[in-house]
């Protein structure tokens, strides 16, 4: 890495120091979300393992055994928790009092900055949550076992999900430019992701027509995408490309959307501010 791209990279390592430094004022909130976190998976869980109770080993409705349909639910779940880094919550808050205006006199990218200090968010919601939570449900239920190759593409799957729900987040947060209250758009946003991401009901599982308009979309890529790598529900190594390419696309898509997006943003303040 060259020495200028090095400084620019280092003057983002404080917004993350400072993020993981707020979270530690906040320990309580990890037990609140490994609770939810659990309650959530094992409702959804033992509602699908009654399902496909009588399953036959080799796969019952859209392939999946009922070890493989309890994997994919339960770690959809787990996936959601690190999407959940709380970039919408704050950047529609700095927006509404007006503290995203400081960021016009330091020489730093709002996006960015926003990005390095969600990723302790991310790393502590792994660790503490998603770990114990995957622990405590391999103890109740049996699970399926990933190839090796297959568990290093969900893990290179996840970071691309990770990035994804950067953007759709921080697009959610940036539309407190343009509305008051972005209560309603978040809650709108969570159900939408939710549904075509495949953490309610498996794309496989949906009829044709909207199962082929889920996997159009990028919030396929938040967790559909990477739990078919783990599982190993693709065609070969282009099926595996294919997903991976998919998700590369949409996450740098949204990336030049949200730049684009905050440029615009950035001459309306500029120009209400003086």
């Given at each position: 890495?060259?020495?200028?791209?090095?400084?620019?990279?280092?003057?983002?390592?404080?917004?993350?120091?400072?993020?993981?430094?707020?979270?530690?004022?906040?320990?309580?909130?990890?037990?609140?979300?490994?609770?939810?976190?659990?309650?959530?998976?094992?409702?959804?869980?033992?509602?699908?393992?009654?399902?496909?109770?009588?399953?036959?080993?080799?796969?019952?409705?859209?392939?999946?055994?009922?070890?493989?349909?309890?994997?994919?639910?339960?770690?959809?779940?787990?996936?959601?928790?690190?999407?959940?880094?709380?970039?919408?919550?704050?950047?529609?808050?700095?927006?509404?009092?007006?503290?995203?205006?400081?960021?016009?006199?330091?020489?730093?990218?709002?996006?960015?900055?926003?990005?390095?200090?969600?990723?302790?968010?991310?790393?502590?919601?792994?660790?503490?949550?998603?770990?114990?939570?995957?622990?405590?449900?391999?103890?109740?239920?049996?699970l399926a076992v990933p190839r090796p190759g297959d568990a290093a593409l969900f893990a290179v799957s996840t970071v691309l999900s990770v990035l994804i729900a950067f953007c759709v987040n921080l697009l959610t947060g940036m539309a407190g430019f343009v509305t008051t209250n972005t209560w309603g758009v978040r809650m709108v946003k969570q159900s939408v992701v939710a549904f075509f991401a495949g953490q309610l009901v498996p794309i496989a599982l949906m009829p044709g027509p909207l199962a082929a308009l889920a996997r159009a979309l990028p919030f396929r890529g938040m967790a559909d995408g990477p739990l078919t790598l783990l599982l190993g529900r693709y065609d070969g190594a282009a099926g595996a490309c294919g997903v991976l390419a998919q998700q590369a696309g949409w996450a740098a898509g949204l990336a030049a959307v949200c730049a684009v997006l905050w440029r615009r943003a950035l001459g309306r303040l500029e120009v209400l501010g003086g």
């Open positions: 890495m060259r020495p200028g791209r090095v400084r620019a990279v280092r003057a983002y390592v404080p917004f993350a120091t400072g993020g993981l430094q707020s979270l530690l004022q906040y320990r309580s909130m990890f037990v609140v979300t490994g609770v939810t976190a659990a309650a959530g998976a094992a409702i959804t869980v033992f509602l699908w393992r009654a399902v496909y109770a009588d399953a036959p080993a080799s796969g019952g409705p859209g392939g999946f055994t009922l070890a493989g349909i309890t994997t994919y639910l339960l770690l959809a779940q787990i996936l959601q928790v690190l999407h959940t880094n709380r970039v919408d919550d704050e950047v529609a808050a700095e927006v509404y009092r007006g503290d995203v205006a400081v960021m016009l006199v330091r020489p730093v990218s709002y996006p960015l900055v926003r990005f390095f200090a969600c990723l302790p968010v991310v790393a502590a919601n792994a660790v503490l949550v998603g770990v114990p939570v995957l622990l405590l449900f391999a103890f109740l239920v049996p």
